[in-house]
């Protein structure tokens, strides 16, 4: 048990010191209608956990009351993920369709107790009979029918003799109730649909908040846990239990606030839309938070365990940095993997005063990680190392293989370079080397003093391996959807080598690449002619160095020469640049150094502010977005100019379009060439500022979702960015983010 107690444990620990309770009864009851993530397994292991930390059980229950949308297939799924994570729900799993009899039951007992009905009201009139959240909402005339013509009815109904919407039930409770959940909620619906478990025996099936209590009841739960979302519906939880008068003991529900992720979407409906689109490969891509995802791309079960264990249980929702998912698996694995030899781009050495071969014993392991190990790994005259560990020019700082600076292979010896050899077109395909036979690692007695050790592999024994380079899917912190993916997430490397005993031997299925990250063999693709292994995580936070700036910095990494995790010093121009950028420009240090330290990029920037003074939107735009264009090609082949991007920001700065309508614009300028101007007057994406405008759109929004207001009234001031977004893209981004968010805010008050 953890030792600090959350709100949670602190609640039951009073309830058992009490009497309240003997036993503690948990569940975890997703719906089966997509694959479990992250979010899950926060839910996973807090009910299991409690449960196990006070000697009780917590069930595992498919809350399957919609057949439209379910299947096996996530039935499976979510079994997959407890078992997966190490929790243990006993001999039975429990399905809310079990219940569908007893549930009936209840709810023809609330008939007879003049406590529910049943409304021909269409779903429209429903919504607006309900009322706002300054105005009570009037009751149906058919709630005037008898008990007995609602029994008759609700019996017709179950038969399956109405139309899907033709009639619902409905408890009948407060029409003018501040919390609008208790304005007479719908119990049950029709639906015609083949269900995957009860198969056609219903034509209804009861909603959430009239299955769950009772589903909780029957089962005995003494704490249904659940997320903040469902606070409100704890009134209607506490009346259906109430007026049916059921025995003690009876459940109590408690909310604690769910897992959000920077650069992450948890709405089942939006990971359903990248999986159907395409975007993705599918449930288990290793870019998604799914738990099929994290466990094919390499997560370990104890480091997503320890990643829920560390955020906490809270009270209030907030978000959490993903890197510190990240921190929890590389803690994970460091003290578990093997470190093997792998290089990603090769540059071929050929060893000129070497002859023949030989096997170098090493150990997989470092000296403080309390694991035995050991390979042969085979030298030869011919290696390949990585082509950024050789420089021809080197700046200043460089460690690493150059013409005048020998450099140690890792486990082998010292080379010094010789020659260069290039192509036709001056790149360098090949090195000439010579090495030291007395400074072989371990036992060296050359007395040559080198700065850093570099990967390498034998050209003739090492294996050619796939490898996936993974990065995060969205490159906002706070995703919308498919509009904000990452282009730059995958990476598929075809020919990698690596050492041979990893294929061969196979120590282990996750791995340290040294000097490049943790990997994973792929469980689905990996065969021994085609090895494929995923890139888990870097071995070192380098998103965070990205995106530590201000808020409106550019989210790409600044163009840095890394040389064994530490950055090589500017050069004397490079520290003019740097200061002038800082300090009369006012740009935050991270966007000033990608600059000073790109020749292009600066250059770039120079002949865009000659044309308009907007320091600091430039830069953002130009570290970014341009810089993200000049990886794939040269200034000269970029179809915009300086003066068009200056352009661009120029209409930003004035407010004549959005941030969001900016970068819709600067790619079709990558693609076109055309002037923004151009663009914007062509397609009428100026940005609407009048309130007048934008006024309607938002009342239209706040009157669709009366559950939301109502939530945002009662403390959960976070939905006003749910207004808001809502708002903008009613628009398409045109709106001016600045008047909405004034005016939902008014309007919410």
Not at 197 to 213: K, Q, T, V
Request: charge should be negative.
């Amino acid at each position: 048990m953890s030792e600090s107690k959350d709100f949670l444990r602190t609640i039951v620990e009073e309830d058992l010191k009490s009497g309240k309770n003997r036993e503690i009864i948990t569940r975890f009851p997703p719906e089966p209608n997509g694959f479990p993530h992250i979010g899950h397994a926060k839910s996973i292991c807090i009910n299991f956990g409690i449960a196990s930390d006070y000697q009780g059980h917590c069930n595992l229950r498919m809350d399957d009351t919609n057949p439209t949308k379910e299947d096996t297939k996530y039935v499976e799924a979510l079994k997959d993920a407890v078992q997966w994570l190490g929790f243990d729900w006993g001999n039975k799993v429990y399905f809310t369709s079990d219940y569908f009899p007893k549930i009936y039951d209840y709810a023809k007992e609330l008939i007879k107790m003049d406590k529910a009905y049943v409304d021909s009201l269409t779903e429209e009139e429903i919504r607006e009979y309900r009322g706002t959240v300054t105005e009570s909402g009037k009751r149906s005339k058919y709630a005037k029918r008898t008990i007995q013509e609602n029994l008759d009815l609700f019996e017709r109904m179950k038969k399956g003799e109405f139309k899907d919407g033709e009639h619902v039930l409905r408890a009948r409770i407060d029409m003018s109730a501040a919390n609008m959940k208790m304005r007479d909620p719908l119990l049950y619906r029709i639906r015609h649909a083949h269900h995957f478990r009860a198969g056609d025996e219903w034509s209804i099936y009861p909603m959430y908040d009239f299955a769950h209590c009772l589903s909780d009841y029957i089962e005995g739960i003494s704490h249904s846990i659940c997320t903040l979302e469902f606070e409100n519906n704890r009134d209607i939880y506490n009346w259906v239990l109430d007026t049916l008068g059921l025995e003690l003991p009876r459940p109590y529900q408690y909310e604690f606030a769910r897992l959000n992720i920077n650069y992450t979407v948890m709405s089942k409906r939006k990971l359903l839309e990248l999986v159907n689109s395409g975007q993705v490969s599918g449930w288990d891509d290793p870019r998604l938070p799914t738990l099929a995802g994290y466990r094919r791309r390499g997560y370990t079960p104890e480091s997503i365990v320890n990643f829920c264990d560390q955020i906490g249980i809270a009270k209030a929702n907030s978000m959490v940095d993903v890197s510190q998912l990240e921190f929890c698996i590389r803690d994970d694995l460091n003290k578990k993997v093997p470190r093997v030899l792998c290089v990603l781009d090769p540059l071929k050495v050929t060893i000129e005063n070497y002859e023949g071969s030989e096997e170098i014993d090493a150990s997989y392991y470092p000296h403080d990680v309390p694991k035995e190990g050991n390979r042969a790994i085979p030298f030869s005259r011919e290696i390949y190392i990585e082509s950024d560990d050789f420089m021809e020019n080197p700046p200043k700082g460089y460690y690493r293989l150059t013409l005048e600076q020998p450099v140690r292979l890792r486990h082998g010896y010292i080379i010094t370079c010789k020659e260069v050899i290039k192509d036709a077109d001056g790149n360098i395909i090949e090195i000439k080397a010579t090495y030291n036979p007395e400074s072989k690692s371990g036992s060296d007695s050359s007395g040559i003093k080198v700065k850093s050790a570099i990967q390498w592999v034998s050209a003739a024994a090492a294996k050619t391996i796939e490898v996936r380079l993974y990065d995060r899917l969205f490159k906002d912190e706070a995703p919308e959807g498919i509009e904000d993916i990452n282009p730059d997430s995958l990476q598929v490397i075809k020919n990698a080598l690596i050492e041979p005993a990893v294929i061969t031997e196979k120590p282990d299925e996750r791995f340290q690449f040294e000097r490049q990250g943790y990997f994973y063999a792929d469980p689905i693709d990996y065969t021994d002619e085609k090895p494929v292994f995923n890139k888990i995580v870097g071995l070192k936070d380098s998103w965070a160095k990205k995106t530590k700036a201000t808020e409106n910095a550019p989210k790409v990494q600044a163009k840095k020469v890394h040389i064994d995790g530490e950055v090589t010093a500017m050069n004397e121009a490079q520290k003019v640049l740097f200061d002038k950028y800082t300090g009369e420009f006012g740009l935050n240090s991270e966007v000033a150094n990608t600059l000073a330290r790109d020749e292009d990029l600066s250059s770039f920037y120079e002949a865009s502010l000659s044309v308009l003074n907007s320091p600091v939107g430039l830069a953002n735009i130009v570290t970014n977005e341009v810089a993200r264009e000049l990886k794939q090609m040269q200034v000269s082949e970029l179809k915009f100019t300086a003066k068009q991007i200056a352009e661009l920001v120029k209409m930003v700065d004035d407010e004549t379009i959005s941030n969001k309508i900016a970068k819709q614009l600067f790619e079709e300028m990558v693609k076109t060439g055309e002037n923004p101007t151009q663009i914007v007057e062509e397609k009428g994406l100026v940005q609407i500022s009048d309130p007048a405008k934008i006024e309607p759109i938002i009342d239209e929004i706040i009157a669709k979702n009366p559950d939301n207001v109502a939530k945002f009234k009662a403390g959960n001031t976070k939905l006003l960015g749910f207004f808001v977004g809502q708002a903008l893209k009613a628009t398409g981004g045109k709106a001016n983010p600045k008047v909405v968010n004034s005016l939902v805010a008014d309007k919410l008050k």
